[in-house]
């Protein structure tokens, strides 16, 4: 993969800060900055070739193909999820600073409405839509009603993230898609909680158009 950093600028600029604003508390915004946007959309990439390959007893049977329709959401998820567990390891190891966890998390936290706004009847948005309910069951996250942000644990974040690779792995190896659309059809929505702080976006580009001119 080839991540164009002045892109990947431009989308933060353009929607992934500004979306920040809105929907997180004022008290975390200060915590959403370029540098982990990029290395997690980095570590999204790099997470797509981890996981399980092959469904659990089925031969040589792809999970691309046994979750059929299903798979695309569950692996963008997994993906994004995966990235953000990644780099908590390269933190963990001492090859990213200790200071860059709280601005990893928030910043991923926050890039997932960027996601979401493509809706979850694509595979990016249901798989963005999937983790921010994961987290709000877990506690990791919370919607205050009253501002119509979101706030994030920095406590439990972490074991929040774990546990949802934990849990969408072990489906991608067992192969079940009835247990896989369960749980889409569980988390893979778009709660009143999300759609209230989305509906504040409205101004706000979904995404950019890059334009090659030297490409005519």
């Known amino acids: 993969k080839v991540l164009l950093k002045n892109v ?9 800060l500004p979306i920040a604003k809105r929907v997180v508390d004022p008290s975390l915004v200060g915590l959403v900055t370029f540098q982990p946007f990029f290395d997690h959309v980095l570590f999204h990439e790099l997470s797509h070739t981890l996981g399980p390959a092959f469904v659990l007893n089925q031969g040589k049977d792809e999970v691309r193909m046994a979750l059929g329709a299903s798979y695309s959401p569950l692996e963008e998820g997994k993906a994004d999820v995966m990235g953000a ?8 190891l001492g090859e990213f600073p200790q200071d860059f966890r ?13 996601s979401v706004r493509f809706g979850v009847a694509e595979a990016h948005g249901k ?30 974040f972490d074991k929040a993230i774990g546990e949802l690779v934990h849990d969408v792995v ?3 190896h067992n192969g079940d898609k009835a247990a896989v659309d369960a749980f889409l059809g569980k988390h893979g ?3 009143p909680a999300m759609e209230k702080a989305l509906s504040k ?7 950019i158009r890059p334009v090659y001119p030297l490409a005519n």
């Not at 990947?8 to 992934?16: R, T």
């Not at 709280?102 to 960027?114: C, D, I, Q």
């Not at 921010?132 to 439990?156: C, P, Q």
């Not at 976006?201 to 995404?207: H, S, Y």
Request: cysteine-free; charged content about 20%.
């Open 8 to 16: 990947m600028q431009a989308k933060y600029d353009k929607a992934g």
């Open 85 to 92: 567990y990644n780099i908590l390891y390269m933190i963990e």
């Open 102 to 114: 709280e601005k990893l998390l928030v910043s991923y936290f926050a890039g997932l409405f960027r």
């Open 127 to 156: 798989g963005a839509a999937m983790q921010i309910n994961y987290f709000l069951e877990k506690g990791a996250a919370r919607f205050d009603d009253s501002t119509g942000k979101f706030t994030v644990n920095l406590d439990v």
């Open 170 to 172: 072990l489906l991608q």
């Open 189 to 191: 929505v778009m709660s």
């Open 201 to 207: 976006l409205g101004d706000i580009p979904v995404d």
